[in-house]
């Protein structure tokens, strides 16, 4: 599915600061894994199997931007939808197994207003990408069949996950209401 909606942000909110990602836990695996909260500076590189551990990954990307065109998701959104002048934070989770299943969640410090799933619309949503990371194998991005992720019905600061990874794994986009933690 490609996603025809894309926009620049036209407004930074805050500089990104504080942990916007708080905390997340594999409740049920096949490896031997654990959440990590990866720290984007200095850079790094994701995608292409250059992790290939059982470990549960989130990381924050821009925070706090006005969107100044709405853009497609494909879990959660108004009918699919994050419309324009919404303030975001995106973030990025990911599992890099060589091969391996995960059940487990990431908690966030605002609500998740949608989910980037599917290649096309990560693809259109790289404008909220963090700068100092690398992202390997972008069409490859993305949840496989049988996958699944979560906004958690009681409680939308949780995102829940049911995935198995291999080659080359799973990679979301999350979007979050605008985050407390980064205007610190």
């Known amino acids: 599915m490609r996603a025809g909606w894309g926009g620049l942000a036209v407004a930074v909110w805050g500089a990104t600061a504080g942990a916007v ?3 997340g836990q594999i409740l049920r695996q096949s490896g031997a ?3 990590v909260k990866l720290e984007t500076s200095p850079g790094f590189a994701v995608g292409a199997d250059n992790f290939d551990t059982d470990h549960l990954y989130a990381f924050d990307e821009d925070q706090n931007i006005a969107l100044a065109a709405p853009i497609r998701v494909d879990i959660g959104g108004q009918d699919g939808v994050i419309p324009a002048g919404q303030v975001v934070a995106s973030h990025y989770v990911f599992f890099d197994s060589i091969d391996g299943v995960q059940y487990g969640y990431v908690e966030f410090d605002a609500p998740i207003l949608g989910i980037a799933a599917q ?7 790289d ?3 963090n700068t100092d990371v690398t992202y390997l194998s972008t069409d490859l991005r993305g949840l496989e069949r049988g996958d699944e992720v979560w906004i958690d019905p009681d409680n939308p600061f ?4 049911y995935w198995a990874g291999s080659s080359p794994g799973d990679y979301i986009r999350v979007f ?3 985050s407390p933690a980064a205007m610190m």
Do not use: Q, Y
């Not at 290649?119 to 949503?125: E, H, I, L, N, R």
């Not at 949780?158 to 996950?161: D, F, G, M, S, Y």
């Open 21 to 23: 990602v708080l905390d």
């Open 33 to 35: 894994g654990s959440f």
């Open 119 to 125: 290649p096309g619309t990560m693809d259109a949503t």
């Open 127 to 129: 404008f909220l990408a």
């Open 158 to 161: 949780r995102l829940w996950v």
């Open 176 to 178: 979050t209401e605008r």
